[in-house]
């Protein structure tokens, strides 16, 4: 079980939990298969699906099939609302569809009432699928994070008995390799992410002590610098989550979000196989076992 962040006590004995997720399950087909061979080569610990995507459905019966857990990966910037659009109008563009990262981010506008509506939609759209309302959920492009967003998203999950949740603190901000304009937002999350915690903690909504994610997406993931990274990560905390975006290129336009008539450059980059072929190396899974880090949902 993830906890809340601790006190760093030197004469603690702390246990080594490292919970790897692999986001953007449904997205497409391909990207669900990898995902899924992730998961049976003990590459990841769980995934997290996006309920309005073109393979969402075939998507969730690979997920029963293999018994590969999953969160609510919520989702406020791409493709159609699963609520009604016309009663959401603050989180939409006139034509009903959301309106991309960039437009999300810059809107001062937002309703917390329409993130509650679209919310509950999308638990209860993945309850429809799967059976049940997920224990833990993240946002995608970090929505959660979002200042109209935050409090309404964990007062929400508390109502859901929704427990888990992601806290974007990234362990090491100074090592990007990033973009300066990657930087500045990934700079803006990490600030946001400070702030949610007293947010998640009064919603009794518990989180990993580190995160590892930001500084590991596509070319940057490379096995000698995650061995690197948790070996300082646990000699300080207990628990640690690794965000991950594992997968196979995805098609133009048969994979994507509803309403997308194309799929993202983000999805059809070489930089989502390389993920997957880090992930999965031999060496890096014996590492875990080496170091007595264990692999938690």
């Known amino acids: 079980m993830l906890d809340k962040i601790l006190p760093n006590k030197s004469s603690q004995v702390f246990t ?27 590459a990841i610990s769980c995934t997290s699906l996006l309920v309005n995507c073109k393979h969402t459905e075939s998507g969730v019966e690979l997920l029963k099939l293999h018994k590969l857990p999953s969160g609510l990966h919520f989702n406020l910037t791409e493709g159609l609302p699963v609520s009604n659009p016309t009663v959401i109008t603050s989180l939409v563009t006139e034509r009903g569809h959301f309106m991309g990262k960039e437009n999300f981010w810059n809107n001062e506008n937002i309703n917390p009432e329409h993130v509650r509506v679209e919310l509950i939609a999308q638990l209860k759209r993945y309850k429809h699928l799967l059976g049940k309302f997920p224990s833990r959920v993240d946002g995608h492009q970090h929505i959660h994070l979002h200042p109209q967003v935050c409090l309404v998203f964990a007062r929400t999950l508390q109502e859901y008995d929704v427990t888990k949740a992601r806290l974007p603190l990234e362990y090491d901000m100074t090592s990007s390799e990033h973009s300066a304009v ?22 009794d909504l518990s989180f990993a002590d580190a995160f590892l994610g930001m500084n590991f997406m596509g070319k940057l993931m490379e096995e000698e610098k995650i061995m690197r990274v948790l070996e300082e990560v646990f000699m300080k905390y207990e628990t640690c989550e690794l ?15 509803i309403g997308d008539a194309t799929s993202d450059e983000f999805s059809r980059s070489s930089e989502r196989v390389h993920e997957a072929d880090v992930l999965t190396s031999e060496h890096l899974i014996k590492f875990y076992q080496s170091k007595n880090i264990k692999i938690i949902t």
């Not at 490292?18 to 986001?23: E, K, P, Q, T």
């Not at 500045?184 to 998640?200: D, P, V």
């Not at 965000?243 to 979000?257: A, E, Q, Y």
Request: hydrophobic content about 40%.
């Open 182 to 203: 990657r930087n500045q937002f990934h700079a803006r999350i990490y600030k946001l992410a400070s702030q949610a915690a007293n947010i998640f903690k009064r919603f």
């Open 16 to 42: 080594k939990s490292l919970l790897i997720v692999a986001d953007d399950f449904g997205y497409g087909l391909e990207r669900n298969n990898s995902i899924i061979e992730c998961f049976l080569k003990d």
């Open 243 to 257: 965000m991950t975006h594992p997968g196979r290129i995805c098609d133009l336009t048969s994979d994507g979000f």
